[in-house]
C-alpha cells in the first residue's frame, strides 16, 4: 500500500497548461481504469475533479482532463486560472481491494 | 442535495480510544459504500478503511488493521469509525466519503483528532 508517486510542486502562468503525473503500479494504476483526482484547498473538503482516469463530474470545467498509459495516470489542466491553484490528490483501486492516494502536488498559478 | 457531516473528533491521549461519526443526508444511503479518508498535518491524503452497502464487506489501511473498525447504520443513515490504541501518527483531519466504484464523489468537511499526552 505505498503511495502512487506524484511531483511536489507544479507552476505555470494564467493561460498556460500544466500537467501532473500519478506514477503506481500494476496492481493499482496500471490495473485498474479506477483512477481519479481531487482538488483539495487547505480546511476544506476535497473535490472530486476526474474519475475512471477521464470522466468528468458534472459542474467540473472542461478544462480539467485526464488520461492514462500503462501505470502512470495524468490530469492537464489548461487555460490555467488563479482558481486552480490548489492541491491535487490522484488514486486508485487496488487489487487488495483497497483504495491508494498519490502523494500530492501543489500547483502554484504565478 | 448530497451532505456528509463528520463529528466525534477531539484531543485524546495515546492508547485511548475515540470513534468517530458521519451523518449523511440528500442520498440513498444504503446503496452506497462508504469510506473514510484521513490527512495528518503537513501530510497529504490517506484512504483508512471502507465499508460496503449493507455492511458486509470491509477494507482498512494496514496500519489501523486491527486497531480501527469501520461500521455502518443503515437506518440512521450513519457511518462510524471506532479508533482504538490511539497514537500519535493516527492525528489527522477525518474524512468521510461517499464511494462510487472506483472514486469518491462527495466528502464531508472532515474532524479533527488530535493524540498526544
Known amino acids: 500500500q505505498s503511495a502512487l508517486t506524484q511531483p511536489a510542486s507544479v507552476s505555470g502562468s494564467p493561460g498556460q497548461s500544466i500537467a501532473i503525473s500519478c506514477t503506481g503500479t500494476s496492481s493499482d494504476v496500471g490495473g485498474y481504469n479506477h483512477v481519479s483526482w481531487y482538488q483539495h484547498h487547505p480546511g476544506k473538503a476535497p473535490k472530486l475533479m476526474i474519475y475512471g482516469v477521464s470522466n468528468r463530474p458534472s459542474g467540473v470545467s472542461n478544462r480539467f482532463s485526464g488520461s492514462k498509459s500503462a501505470n502512470t495516470a495524468s490530469l492537464t489542466i489548461s487555460g490555467l486560472q488563479a482558481e486552480d491553484e490548489a492541491d491535487y490528490y490522484c488514486s486508485s483501486y487496488t487489487s487488495s481491494n483497497t483504495y491508494v492516494f498519490g502523494t500530492g502536488t501543489k500547483v502554484t498559478v504565478l | 442535495e448530497v451532505q456528509l457531516v463528520e463529528s466525534g473528533g477531539g484531543l485524546v491521549q495515546p492508547g485511548e480510544s475515540l470513534r468517530l461519526s458521519c451523518a449523511a443526508s440528500?442520498?440513498?444511503?444504503?446503496?452506497?459504500?462508504m469510506t473514510w479518508v484521513r490527512q495528518a498535518p503537513g501530510k497529504g491524503l490517506e484512504w483508512v478503511a471502507n465499508i460496503k452497502e449493507d455492511g458486509s464487506e470491509e477494507y482498512y489501511v494496514d496500519s489501523v488493521k486491527g486497531r480501527f473498525t469501520i461500521s455502518r447504520d443503515n437506518a440512521k443513515n450513519s457511518v462510524n469509525l471506532q479508533m482504538n490504541s490511539l497514537r500519535a501518527e493516527d492525528t489527522a483531519v477525518y474524512y468521510c466519503?461517499?464511494?462510487?466504484?472506483?472514486?469518491?464523489?462527495?466528502w464531508g468537511q472532515g474532524t479533527l483528532v488530535t493524540v498526544s499526552s
Open positions: 440528500g442520498f440513498t444511503f444504503s446503496s452506497n459504500w
Open positions: 466519503a461517499r464511494t462510487r466504484p472506483g472514486y469518491f464523489d462527495f
